[in-house]
């Protein structure tokens, strides 16, 4: 299993960004995906799933603004990420759910495979 982000990048608050995360090895579209974050010194935070069906759930800070979705026949995930704050700041990282965890719960108790992560940056 290899989950490989991109796309972060330093931007303006108001700004958008769009993360790709490149899944290989397994059945891409059997698995809900999630995004987490982790900001400078604080925990990390699930922010966005999508559901091996579709069904999404965000976070309530992101709520509006992010987007998450896939594309089964590329095997890659999403992150549409609009009006960025500064709160935004952190390394964002893509994540299988095993099936174990809740994955619409935002947790990661079920993760099973780990991106290296992509940094954003949010310059107010």
């Known amino acids: 299993v290899q989950l490989v982000e991109s796309g972060g990048d330093l931007v303006q608050a108001g700004g958008t960004l769009r993360l790709s995360c490149a899944a290989s090895?397994?059945?891409?579209?059997?698995?809900?995906m999630m995004w987490f974050r982790q900001a400078p010194g604080k925990e990390r935070e699930g922010v966005a799933a999508i559901d091996s069906d579709g069904t999404t759930r965000y976070a309530d800070s992101v709520k509006g603004r992010f987007t998450i979705s896939k594309d089964n026949a590329k095997n890659t995930l999403y992150l549409q990420m609009n009006n960025l704050q500064p709160e935004d700041t952190g390394m964002y990282y893509c994540?299988?759910?095993?099936?174990?965890?809740?994955?619409?719960?935002?947790?990661?108790?079920?993760?099973?495979?780990w991106g290296e992560g992509t940094l954003v940056t949010i310059s107010s």
């Open positions: 994540a299988r759910e095993s099936g174990l965890g809740d994955c619409l719960r935002l947790g990661d108790y079920g993760v099973d495979a």
């Open positions: 090895g397994y059945t891409f579209s059997i698995y809900c």
